[in-house]
T-cell receptor, first 111, second 111 residues
Framework: GDSVTQMEGPVTLSEEAFLTINCTYT??????LFWYVQYPGEGLQLLLK?????DKGSNKGFEATYRKETTSFHLEKGSVQVSDSAVYFC??????????FGKGTKLSVIP | DTAVSQTPKYLVTQMGNDKSIKCEQN?????MYWYKQDSKKFLKIMFS???????INETVPNRFSPKSPDKAHLNLHINSLELGDSAVYFC??????????FGPGTRLTVL
């Protein structure tokens, strides 16, 4: 079945460091791919998404590119801030009722 | 204007009790979900309803029973609560295959 494998944390970075959180998917079709973010004490909210191969999603300085050849959707940010401290979830939606969340990666950014 | 709302936000109860969590969405979405998030932040799908019909029913104890009186509501009833049921429960809604919108969560503590 469809699945998502996400880099496990926790990840601790200094402010202004470069961030990469890896996410790979397996799917029988071509799912839309999403990154969600969960700030402390809150629910999940959409960070960015890509609906087809080679699409790049971006938001708040974060980017991820849908790469069909490597079945990946890695999340990147060039310079993290303390306010980026949160848990990040990769998510694959297969366009039906299948949906798969990664296990989440906790990011802590220290000043 | 809250898109997906849950009540209550916090629920503390004794083992063996029966409790309900309510969820409402005003986005006009066809599909609603219940997730359980454990202390390690792992997010697990429990149920999904589409137009009031059960679509996904993952392996959860039959003490958990979802009820969807209409497309905008999906409530979760839990019988005979156990210590292991302590978690944060999230409701979400979406159109099929699209972005999910999450509620703020209900933190359930079973004593």
């Amino acid at each position: 079945g469809d699945s998502v494998t996400q880099m496990e944390g926790p990840v601790t970075l200094s402010e202004e460091a470069f961030l990469t959180i890896n996410c790979t998917y397996t799917a029988t079709g071509y799912p839309s791919l999403f990154w969600y973010v969960q700030y402390p004490g809150e629910g999940l909210q959409l960070l960015l998404k890509a609906t087809k191969a080679d699409d790049k999603g971006s938001n708040k300085g974060f980017e991820a590119t849908y790469r069909k050849e490597t079945t990946s959707f890695h999340l990147e940010k060039g310079s993290v801030q303390v306010s980026d401290s949160a848990v990040y979830f990769c998510y694959s939606g297969a366009g039906s009722y299948q949906l798969t969340f990664g296990k989440g990666t906790k990011l802590s950014v220290i000043p | 204007d809250t898109a997906v709302s849950q009540t209550p936000k916090y629920l503390v109860t004794q083992m063996g009790n029966d409790k309900s969590i309510k969820c409402e969405q005003n986005l006009g979405h066809d599909t609603m979900y219940w997730y359980k998030q454990d202390s390690k932040k792992f997010l697990k799908i429990m149920f999904s309803y589409n137009n009031k019909e059960l679509i996904i029913n993952e392996t959860v104890p039959n003490r958990f029973s979802p009820k969807s009186p209409d497309k905008a509501h999906l409530n979760l009833h839990i019988n005979s609560l156990e210590l292991g049921d302590s978690a944060v429960y999230f409701c979400a809604s979406s159109q099929v295959g699209a972005e999910q919108f999450f509620g703020p969560g209900t933190r359930l503590t079973v004593l």
